[in-house]
């Protein structure tokens, strides 16, 4: 229903009607089965793809990147984070857990409300400070620091006088902020860690024990991976690339297979892998790619 609107829309504009386009739509692993079953009522001839299969897509046009050997999808969304095995268009395994780019956001809004406690009863300004934390966190793809503004934030109730949020904050402190709440998850909220791996201490180190334990499910070792793909909103920010490198090169000996496309284009990776699709195949999980 959410859909239908917006995609009349777009079939007038094209002039264009459901029995003469097929769309293609990209889902999580998990839930590509439920993703199909909800649209195919509006959508009969819905192709729906893995997200990560649909990366690898995106990402091998202009590379050289074989369609046999085993890559690793890392996709880093706003909210969620996957780490996907893909081999011949099918993913082999995967695993996902609650870790995104909007956990910077909230690191940095609690961070600015625990040095400005007046304004934390505040709805209004609660606001204002999430909509500056948004721009802080997206300027922190580029700079190791950024100002924080807002004038007429709040009230002071004592003074009546009007508040107004003027501070400086360093990425560093917002990413330690991060690597806590990311220690402090419960375990039950986490995919499987591997056994023999030491307790994790930071996210590379999750990071690390997560991999271990993908590669073990999937019979593999870190050598097999001919490449490593970094992806999605939430991988722009810096310490994602530099724990996965560290995660990397813990486990291969070097990171030089890690493929991070320049951070302004992370998100359209998987957008791309999907435009891609021939028009005469479908697609099955089981099996990839079927020509029909």
Known sequence: VVLKEPLNDALEQNNSSLEEVKPVLV????????FKQALQPILPNVTVIPEPVAAVWGI?????????NPVLV????????SMSIVQRNRVLH???WVFGGEDYVHSLVDYILADHESLSKDGMAIQRVYAAAQT??????TQTATQIHIPYVGMDLETRQPQHLDMRVARTV???????????????QLPPLSPHMPAPTDLSTLLMSILTQLLQDSDMTPQQLSHVLLVG????????????RECLQALQGNADNLIAPESSSRSEVVVLGAASMLPNYGYDAAVGLVRQ
């Open 94 to 96: 995967s695993c996902t």
């Open 27 to 34: 889902a999580p692993t998990l839930r590509m089965e439920e």
């Open 74 to 81: 890392v996709d880093v969304g706003g909210y969620q984070t």
């Open 174 to 188: 917002v990413e330690q902020k991060v690597q806590e709440q990311i220690l402090g998850t419960s375990i039950d």
């Open 136 to 141: 802080a966190v997206a300027e922190f793809n």
């Open 233 to 244: 909103g939430g991988s722009k920010q810096s310490l994602v690339e530099s724990s996965l």
């Open 60 to 68: 091998r046009e202009p590379t050289t990147m074989p369609e046999e």
